[in-house]
């Protein structure tokens, strides 16, 4: 049938224009890491500079090793920054493998600490211990991105974040939230906010990010292709609460050994 012909190209056409989107909000986030991460250089190669300064004019031994260890922190923070953009630019892999999201809330607040002080924003880590996630580390770091520069564009005179990970044992899911303190999303608003293109954002702002009305469209994407999914929480003039779940990967099970008599004394389980 002809309908039919028409539609399912249309479909793929879709899919096409949608992978594309996807590719752009890509390349537009880094464009805005980008600037954050030229200042923050600076500011670790100022730091590295001074005090390198420092230990060619003052020789005694312990200015020198103060100086020294200076440097070293300097240079491990730049690292750890560079660790940060390169997981993100990079398709470490594509498919989804055991993933440590604790180490993915560090890497990616790394890109964003710099611009969480300079808009007052306080950072509340709950990181308890849970499992790994089955997930694709890269793309994670990318939702958790969006979803901490939506937070603090919401607080423009400063608040708090909280990201809290937990684990749901009885379903074995694992749960990332961030939860800020910002202006709150209205009710009528509130199941737009996936829509590609809706946003209420005037254009970038002054640090150059928002106003696309992708981030959270692009955020739901890869939580589907996840099998997780993506929860708000909102409420005006208090703050928004967004909550990542995700599949816990799957540990080996534990061997129970229920063919010997109970009343036998404990043996090692043995398969054959
Ligand atoms: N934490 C939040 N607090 C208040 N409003 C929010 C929050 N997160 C999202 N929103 C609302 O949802 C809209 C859509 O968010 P989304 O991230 O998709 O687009 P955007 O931030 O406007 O632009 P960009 O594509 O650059 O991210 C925002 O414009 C804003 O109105
Ligand atoms: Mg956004």
Known sequence: MAGGTASSHDAEKIALLEQQLRQAQKLTAMGELVSTTTHEFNNVLTTIINYAKLGLRQRDEPT???ALEKILAAGQR???IT????GFARNRSAGQEPTDLARIVEDTLVLVERDFVKYRIALDKQLAS???ALANGNQIQQVLLNL???ARQAMPSGGQIVIKLSHDAAQNLVDLMVRDTGCGIPADKLPRIF?????????????G????????????DVMEAHGGRIRVE????????FTLRLPAASVPAPVILTTAPIAAPAVPASSG
């Open 209 to 220: 990010q928002g106003g696309s009305g992708l981030g959270l469209a692009l955020c739901k």
């Open 148 to 150: 901490l520069i939506n």
């Open 78 to 80: 730049a690292a750890r």
């Open 130 to 132: 849970v499992p790994p």
């Open 234 to 241: 909102s409420t005006p003039g208090k703050g928004t609460s």
């Open 83 to 86: 660790t940060g953009i390169l």
């Open 195 to 207: 829509d590609r293109f809706f946003s209420t954002k005037s254009g970038p702002d002054e640090s």
């Open 64 to 66: 020198r090793t103060k």
